[in-house]
């Protein structure tokens, strides 16, 4: 069964710490995997996505990391500010027919001062 | 552009009482879907349009039906809500269907549905 398990569920830090998200899958036949923000009470936006051939992707503080041998993503957030707390969603694509999406449930960070 | 919007942003309905989310994109996307969100969950597909004229059921089709109703416009109808479809619905867009190489899924912001 195609499944995106995200860790931890929650996470605090203090403003200027670095953080990083895991993100592991058994989607297979894998295409892609996106990482996407979602602020309270907004829908999710893209930050970075990566192929089987790409093993890191950066937007901004924004850092994300691929192993596709092992199955496993992570996001790394780089001197974190108060605008990062938001819930992180891990979604991979599997290739083929019905190409559809596979989420994972998200990491909710808070970033406090 | 506005992107994606929905509407209504909040709604609460009774048991039995049925309601149409609305959804509208100007980015000239070809693909639109509908997704429930719930607590310690992933974004769950309730149907998808490929393009103009095509629906197709998703992974959690029962209790929903919708209307493509132009290139623009794709709408979703709870005929009978149940406490069971309380959630929080988002519309998404895309060039092209599902996420090859550059069709990134745009999304709304959001229905919050409560069924008493």
């Known amino acids: 069964k195609n499944q995106v398990e995200q860790s931890p569920q929650s996470l605090i830090i203090l403003e200027g710490k670095n953080c990083t998200l895991q993100?592991?899958?058994?989607?297979?036949?894998?295409?892609?995997l996106r990482w996407y923000k979602q602020d309270t009470g907004r829908g999710p936006v893209s930050l970075t996505i990566m192929t089987f051939s790409e093993n890191t992707k950066s937007n901004g503080r924004y850092t994300a990391t691929l192993d596709a041998d092992t199955k496993q993503s992570s996001l790394h957030i780089t001197a974190s500010q108060l605008s990062d707390s938001a819930s992180y969603i891990c979604?991979?694509?599997?290739?083929?027919?019905?190409?559809?999406?596979?989420f994972g449930a998200g990491t909710i960070l808070r970033v406090k001062s | 552009n506005a992107g994606v919007t929905q509407t209504p942003k909040f709604q609460v309905l009774k048991t039995g009482q049925s309601m149409t989310l609305q959804c509208a994109q100007d980015m000239n996307h070809n693909s639109m879907y509908w997704y429930r969100q719930d607590p310690g969950m992933g974004l769950r597909l309730i149907y998808y349009s490929a393009s103009e004229g095509t629906t197709d059921k998703g992974e959690v089709p029962n209790g929903y039906n919708v209307s493509r109703l132009n290139k623009r416009e794709f709408s979703l109808r709870l005929e009978s809500a149940a406490p069971s479809q309380t959630s929080v619905y988002f519309c998404?867009?895309?060039?092209?269907?599902?996420?090859?190489?550059?069709?990134?899924?745009?999304f709304g912001p959001g229905t919050r549905l409560t069924v008493l």
């Open positions: 993100c592991n899958y058994t989607v297979s036949p894998f295409s892609n």
């Open positions: 998404a867009s895309s060039e092209a269907l599902w996420d090859a190489r550059g069709n990134e899924q745009f």
């Open positions: 979604v991979v694509s599997a290739s083929g027919a019905g190409n559809k999406l596979v």
